[in-house]
């Protein structure tokens, strides 16, 4: 990959590895976000149904689509593969942001090995073809909302699905529209 690809820090687009939640799951977050709603924890607008997702590995902020890293992307995920994975969230809570700017995620209440594994492969094998420079820590979580204020951590029903394919998805920033650009899977 050509050093022109690289992220550029004021890119509107951002691409990344993720585990999108099925059917049955996104009506379980819902039941979860219309709560949410209903006792007023949400100042802001929630992240919109179609953007729910589960980051594996973000690859970075870019000015477009290069072509080049979509490709590379694609020989990652396809020298990973995917097996199905068993998800299952059922912890509420809010991680630190930049001040007045704290997501509301789910996330899985145990150790999800699988799901750390691979975030692993991913990472190693996108720093070997030069897709990323480095992975950082890795939270699974799926963010509902950026709220200004914590929310203390609450349990709720389980939301599990299997996940099946792993997805690249284009982020077009600011504008909460995604669009899947590849699909690997079982």
Not at 53 to 82: C, K, N, Q, S
Not at 162 to 177: E, K, T
Request: glycine letters at 10%; aromatic letters at 6%.
């Amino acid at each position: 990959m050509g050093a022109s690809s690289w992220p550029r820090p004021r890119g509107g687009d951002n691409l990344f590895f993720a585990l999108l939640p099925d059917e049955p799951a996104q009506a379980k977050i819902q039941a979860v976000v219309d709560d949410l709603a209903a006792r007023g924890v949400f100042q802001r607008r929630p992240v919109p149904r179609h953007c729910w997702h589960i980051t594996l590995l973000y690859i970075g902020r870019f000015d477009g689509v290069p072509a080049d890293v979509v490709e590379a992307a694609g020989a990652v995920a396809a020298r990973v593969g995917m097996k199905r994975l068993h998800i299952c969230l059922d912890r509420l809570l809010s991680f630190d942001g930049r001040p007045g700017h704290h997501p509301l995620v789910l996330c899985p209440s145990r150790d999800s090995a699988p799901l750390r594994h691979l975030h692993v492969a991913l990472a190693d094998h996108g720093r070997r073809l030069g897709l990323v420079r480095h992975s950082g820590s890795f939270a699974p979580h799926l963010t509902l909302g950026r709220e200004p204020m914590h929310l203390l951590p609450e349990d709720v029903a389980p939301i599990c699905w299997r996940a099946r394919d792993v997805v690249l998805v284009h982020s077009l920033v600011g504008q909460r529209h995604h669009v899947v650009l590849g699909r690997w899977g079982t």
